[in-house]
């Protein structure tokens, strides 16, 4: 007997507690044994995931609830991965949305809610985190229906049912008076309130490809939705390509999802969730389907890149000398091979052999690729982040984001200040407890190019921003984002503790004696406007004469942390970031300080 089957999936803006509230569903279906190790965020899965605290990939897992097979999609929270969110949903039939008690619907809360108005879909409501401070679970209901109305959703869809839950705590209720300590009533809405899957399974076979994976034993693994008929292991099947072209193969491995394992099938019909071994060029968006009939699904559409940058081959003094992979036919190869699973990228060719246009939703989006690519053993370059100039009924147009910021009061002034001079236009500005605001502001992309450093200086670190992708306006003119000169290597070498403690009232320093330092890499930057030139490899010339002061204990100031999306933000046009395996450096663009 088939068992009923519900196909929900998971969306909310960053941080807001979505695989919180999944691991808790997890572990109150009954699918971990007794006294299972189990992590927390456990359906984050990879490093990089784990390390930066968000979700980065959509993941498929589905527990059991009443004799009700619930089919369930992760999804990422940052607008940056805004791409995975819209290919799957195509998979489900309804939605939870969750949002942060305290901070209310967020700029990724509309992206995603919009897409899944879009589709048609009911959302259910999940006020998360009503135990933390400062929360005000009622104001939020009123506010997401606001939203609900501001994008345009249908009477039936403002008509949400909503609950009130702490996912880290583990329990859901339906009014806040109730007693709960458990996740029956978010299962029980969600039987209610998502609709059984529609499909036909007596029709020819139809399956959406929504994720690709990877196993050494089968090769390419494809996940999606049965839209029509029965799927059987060992069947012969055919793939439609996006091109029209049709590829016969057989279906090697059939699998269904059961918590956060797959599980071998005979047979999957109409509105389950399968991962299916046998089709070594299926790509996103392609349809499987029966070879005597083959019909194709609409390929997935998804907005387009907002941001593009320039990837080429090390050419610096010391290229070659940390990276495996190194050359433009490797890099070319790898990118490629990451357009076949990240549907919001795209890489184009250049003039130049050596270098690639790389376009993305983000700068977060970029770098997750370019962090993957280096722990993969890659080195290579790229240039400061452009945004993507578009033209809208004959009109040049760049495309704009909407900015949330919540800031000490303190900070309020500058962040004003500093988002005017970048174009930015306050929205609305809201006083919040405990001496915090939060401020709206919509502004170009390219204002918020290097923003975020600023950001965190202005707010002395204790500012939180987002953003996300608003919409195409015309171009709004010239924004000067000001920023001082750097400090340059003069010549290749060791820096040492006595030429950079000599230049140390010169600006602030990137690196620390003992660093490999070459001829046009960036060191520092300048107390002024200007760069500046410095030979950081220059020695003590040594005597046999003791001075006074040779006993004192001299130190340097603590040097600035360049990680890899912070020298992404601080470059300027004509600047480049160095990536390898090991190290993250800055360099200058001008031939003079090429290899030779």
Same mark, same amino acid.
């Given at each position: 007997m088939t068992l009923p089957i519900r196909n929900v999936a998971i969306i909310a803006h960053v941080d807001h507690g979505k695989t919180t509230l999944v691991d808790s569903l997890l572990k109150q279906s009954g699918i971990f044994r007794e006294g299972e190790d189990v992590p927390d965020c456990v359906m984050d899965s990879n490093d990089l995931e784990r390390e930066r605290g968000i979700t980065i990939l959509s993941k498929n897992t589905a527990v059991r609830y009443k004799e009700t097979l619930i089919n369930i999609v992760d999804t990422p929270g940052h607008a940056d991965f805004g791409g995975e969110v819209e290919r799957v949903l195509g998979m489900v039939d309804g939605c939870v949305l969750i949002v942060d008690a305290n901070e209310g619907p967020m700029p990724q809360t509309r992206f995603v809610l919009k897409k899944a108005l879009e589709k048609g879909l009911r959302p259910i409501v999940v006020v998360n985190k009503i135990d933390r401070p400062r929360a005000d679970p009622h104001v939020a209901v009123d506010k997401v229906l606001d939203l609900f109305l501001e994008l345009g959703a249908d009477d039936d869809q403002c008509d949400f049912p909503y609950l009130f839950a702490s996912g880290l705590a583990g329990f859901a209720k339906k009014e806040l008076e109730d007693e709960s300590s458990d996740m029956k009533p978010l299962f029980e809405a969600i039987l209610r309130h998502v609709p059984p899957p529609v499909g036909d399974p007596e029709k020819p076979l139809q399956l959406q490809v929504t994720t690709l994976d990877y196993s050494d034993y089968l090769g390419r693994i494809v996940i999606g939705r049965i839209h029509n008929g029965t799927i059987n292991a060992g069947q012969q099947a055919a793939l439609v390509k996006e091109d029209g072209k049709i590829v016969k193969s057989k279906i090697s491995k059939l699998m269904g999802f059961e918590g956060l394992a797959r599980v071998e099938l005979e047979q999957s019909s109409a509105g389950n969730l399968v991962a299916v071994a046998g089709f070594a060029d299926a790509n996103i968006g392609e349809t499987i389907t029966c070879p005597n009939e083959p019909q194709a699904l609409p390929l997935i559409k998804v907005d387009e890149p907002t941001l593009q940058m320039t990837f080429s081959v090390n050419d610096s003094p010391f290229c070659g000398q940390e990276g495996d992979f190194v050359t433009s036919r490797q890099i070319r190869d790898r990118l490629m091979r990451e357009l076949q699973t990240n549907v919001a990228l795209r890489v184009e060719e250049t003039d130049s052999p050596d270098r690639f246009g790389v376009s993305g939703r983000g700068e977060l989006h970029l770098g997750i690729l370019i962090e993957t690519m280096r722990r993969e053993g890659y080195e290579f370059q790229v240039s400061q982040p452009q945004v993507i100039y578009r033209e809208v009924n004959g009109q040049p147009c760049e495309p704009y984001e909407l900015l949330v910021l919540d800031v000490p009061e303190e900070a309020v002034g500058g962040c004003i200040e500093r988002l005017g001079q970048r174009k930015g236009e306050m929205q609305d500005m809201q006083m919040g407890g405990a001496g915090r605001s939060q401020l709206e502001f919509i502004i170009p992309a390219r204002g918020l190019i290097g923003f975020r450093g600023e950001f965190m200086r202005l707010t002395r670190g204790d500012g939180i921003m987002n953003h996300s992708f608003l919409d195409y306006r015309p171009i709004i003119g010239e924004i000067s984002a000001r920023r001082n000169g750097v400090l340059i290597s003069f010549e290749e070498g060791v %820096?040492?503790?006595? %030429?950079? #403690?000599?230049? @140390?009232? =010169? $600006?602030? +320093?990137? &690196?620390?004696? *003992?660093? #490999?330092? +070459?001829? *046009?890499? &960036? &060191? $520092? @930057? /300048? /107390? =002024?406007?200007?760069?500046? @030139?410095? /030979?950081?490899?220059?020695?003590?010339q040594l005597t046999n004469h003791r001075a006074a002061s040779g006993d004192e204990l001299v130190q340097l100031q603590a040097p600035i942390d360049m990680s890899l999306e912070r020298a992404l933000e601080y470059i300027g046009p004509d600047e480049l970031v160095e990536v390898t395996p090991e190290s993250i450096r800055l360099r200058k663009m001008s031939k003079k300080f090429a290899k030779r």
């Open positions: %820096a040492t503790f006595y %030429a950079l #403690k000599n230049a @140390e009232d =010169r $600006g602030s +320093y990137f &690196i620390t004696p *003992g660093t #490999k330092v +070459y001829k *046009g890499m &960036i &060191i $520092g @930057e /300048n /107390n =002024r406007p200007q760069d500046l @030139e410095l /030979n950081v490899c220059k020695t003590k």
